[in-house]
């Protein structure tokens, strides 16, 4: 099975196609400078805790804390919608997956990390994640961002 860290290498950690797919390490969700968006998680499928990992070049509010740069949200303590408010100074917000193999480090971008993501009538963006098992099932976690009213 694939280990997409080594497929990641000739790329310099660009997307590149995957079985018929843009797949990536990370995924730049284009938004507003100031914005709030949904987040939820669709399934999970994997021994491993899994997670969402965030970051802007900005800061967060969540709950009325701020929370500067970056932030996880874990499939065990997460809400099953979040509503976030996002400052962006370039209107980016990076996306990627994460997970925990029981040793309370937040795991990314390696081995048989990847995602891709798929932009629904609806206005959401489904995330379908490869954690850090070397395979191609894109299912271990699945989930979505849309902009919040």
């Not at 843009?22 to 284009?30: D, L, P």
């Not at 500067?68 to 874990?74: D, V």
């Not at 193999?101 to 990390?113: E, L």
């Not at 990847?114 to 994640?129: F, N, V």
């Amino acid at each position: 099975m694939p280990d997409f860290s080594t497929l990641f290498l000739p790329s310099k950690g660009q997307p590149i196609e995957y079985d018929g797919r843009t797949v990536m390490m990370m995924h730049r969700y284009s938004m507003p400078p100031s914005g709030r968006i949904e987040i939820s998680i669709v399934s999970t499928s994997s021994r491993w805790r899994q997670g969402i990992k965030l970051s802007t070049a900005g800061h967060f509010l969540v709950a009325d804390q701020k929370i500067a740069k970056g932030l996880f949200l874990w499939e065990d303590t997460m809400h099953p919608v979040v509503v976030i408010e996002v400052h962006s100074k370039d209107g980016v917000l990076c996306v990627s997956n994460a997970w925990d193999t029981g040793d309370g480090v937040a795991h990314s971008w390696h081995h048989g990390a990847a995602l891709y993501a798929e932009l629904q009538p609806d206005g959401r963006t489904l995330y379908y994640c490869n954690d850090g098992e070397p395979d191609d099932d894109f299912d271990d976690i699945i989930f979505s961002i849309r902009p919040a009213a």
